[in-house]
Every structure is written in structure tokens, then in C-alpha cells.
């Protein structure tokens, strides 16, 4: 009997190590939020940002043990395109994001809920956005899951820095969203997106609009381009080398499918969206 109670142990404890080893290690505290610089964030106020901002960071090049260093206890909300994800072998989701006007690229990464390390506070919005992914596009596998059109998404997350290590879809300044809180389509969440240090009004009218669109803006800068884009993040109308900072343009409709559309004015630091339907 004694043997065999030393035996169930061993194997429970054996597996409890496994559990472990399969999951994160380095800066593991920082990006689970269990280390002890956690108690400074401010978790209800994200700061909107771009993909294309946070590629204007430095670049840092941190090390396995490194704390929390600046810029990455604040969370950002970002739009941008999903273009692929997969199942890490330390069981993150490993999402590959772009920046819908510049193309500039970074890796988002939704923690293993299932780690022993993971705290409860956290444990369900990782399995929420999780759950996100695998119901809208599909159970993330061990191979990349690419989408045959990248999805527009609205996504919460912290910034971070991981040294190049030949992940998919990392930024040249090391930056990441890890981890990544809170995951949805665009249009679930956000009808429009102000970046900080960047101000203006923009107006979009009709609303809904038949045969044409009016795009209107006030700009505190000067404006570069006019993008109108559908539902999935494509294309189907810019208008370039704007100069000043307003400035007003009628956009035809006519042939453009019923639906939702976005129409975003772009300066050098950012730009502001606003939401439209076109009905006929």
C-alpha cells in the first residue's frame, strides 16, 4: 500500500512539472501579469493606438529576467487585421496582426489559461478571446492558420517587448501585445478610432448613403489620404496627396455592394475613422 501511494504521487507531481515546462518562461511574470509591478496599471483606461505607431517605438532588446520596463504597463487598443494564428507549443495563441493603411506588422499572443501560474483574475478573458478566434475562424492548430482575407478585429492589449526569435510576423523594434485581454470584430466594438496626440472632427454624410458619400475633416495637422474600406478590411476607394488640414470630397457609391463601409482620414501620426452604410 505504501508503495503505491508513493507511486500515485510521483506521477502527480510528474505531472504537475510538465504542466509547467509546456508553459511560458521567460519574462513569464510580465507577461501573465502575476509580477509584482502589476499593481501599478491602470486596467479600465486603454490608450488608442496603431500598429503604425507602435512601430515608431524604440526598439529594446530585453533579457529572460528583465521586469516590466516603461511603456509596457499600458494597455492599448488597436484595429487592426488579422492575418493569421496558431497554437504555440507553450500553448499561447500566437496571432499574426497588421495594420490595415501601412502594412506595418506585430505579434499579438493570447496566454495559456490552463498554466498553473495563470492567475484566476485573468484566466477567463484568456479563455474568452480564445474562444473568440476558435469560434469565428476556426480551432487554432500547431501549423499557422492563414485567412484566405484578413479580418478587421478590435483587440486590447499590453505593449511588450520580445527579442527577435524567429516568430512570425514580429516588428523590427521587438514590439508585441502580450498578452492580448480582450478580442472582437471591428464593427462589434468601435465605430471610430481617435489616437492619442492626434485631434479632429470628421463627419461622413449621408448616412445611410445612396449614390454618393461626403467625407468631411478638420484636421489638427496635415491630412496625406482618404481610404474607404468594407467590412473585411478591402479597399475600394483612396484619394492621395491632400494638402492642408480640411478639406471635403463626394465619393460615388453607386456600385459599391450594400453594406457597411469605413472611411478613414489619414495623417502622419494617425487617423480618425467613421462608420457608413450604403443602402440603395
Given amino acids: 500500500m505504501k508503495f503505491y501511494i508513493v507511486f500515485v504521487c510521483f506521477f502527480v507531481a510528474a505531472g504537475l512539472r510538465a504542466q509547467n515546462t509546456d508553459c511560458g518562461s521567460e519574462r513569464w511574470s510580465v507577461k501573465n501579469l502575476t509580477d509584482a509591478d502589476t499593481l501599478k496599471i491602470d486596467f479600465q483606461n486603454a490608450i488608442v493606438s496603431l500598429i503604425a505607431v507602435q512601430a515608431r517605438f524604440p526598439k529594446i532588446v530585453t533579457r529572460a529576467n528583465d521586469a516590466r520596463i516603461a511603456s509596457e504597463d499600458t494597455l492599448y487598443s488597436v484595429i487592426c487585421n488579422l492575418i493569421a494564428y496558431k497554437l504555440e507549443a507553450d500553448g499561447d495563441y500566437h496571432l499574426q496582426l497588421r495594420d490595415p493603411v501601412t502594412d506595418s506588422q506585430m505579434v499579438g499572443e493570447i496566454p495559456n489559461p490552463d498554466c498553473l501560474t495563470v492567475s484566476d483574475r485573468w484566466r477567463g478573458a484568456w479563455q474568452k478571446a480564445r474562444m473568440f478566434i476558435d469560434t469565428a475562424y476556426g480551432p487554432a492548430k500547431t501549423s499557422f492558420r492563414y ?50 496626440g492626434f485631434s479632429g472632427t470628421v463627419s461622413v454624410y449621408p448616412n445611410p448613403a445612396g449614390d454618393h458619400v461626403i467625407v468631411e475633416a478638420s484636421l489638427n495637422e496635415s491630412i496625406e489620404r482618404i481610404v474607404i474600406e468594407d467590412l473585411r478590411g478591402k479597399k475600394v476607394f483612396e484619394s492621395l496627396s491632400h494638402e492642408g488640414n480640411s478639406f471635403s470630397i463626394s465619393v460615388p457609391t453607386s456600385k459599391l455592394p450594400l453594406g457597411t463601409y469605413f472611411a478613414r482620414v489619414i495623417s502622419k501620426s494617425g487617423y480618425i475613422v467613421r462608420k457608413f452604410e450604403v443602402k440603395k
Avoid: S
Fill in 147 to 196: 485567412l484566405p482575407i484578413p479580418v478587421k478585429i478590435a483587440i486590447r492589449g499590453f505593449g511588450y517587448y520580445d527579442p527577435y526569435h524567429g516568430q512570425t510576423g514580429f516588428a523590427a523594434n521587438n514590439r508585441e501585445l502580450h498578452p492580448v485581454m480582450m478580442i472582437g470584430r471591428a464593427t462589434d466594438v468601435v465605430a471610430d478610432e481617435v489616437p492619442i
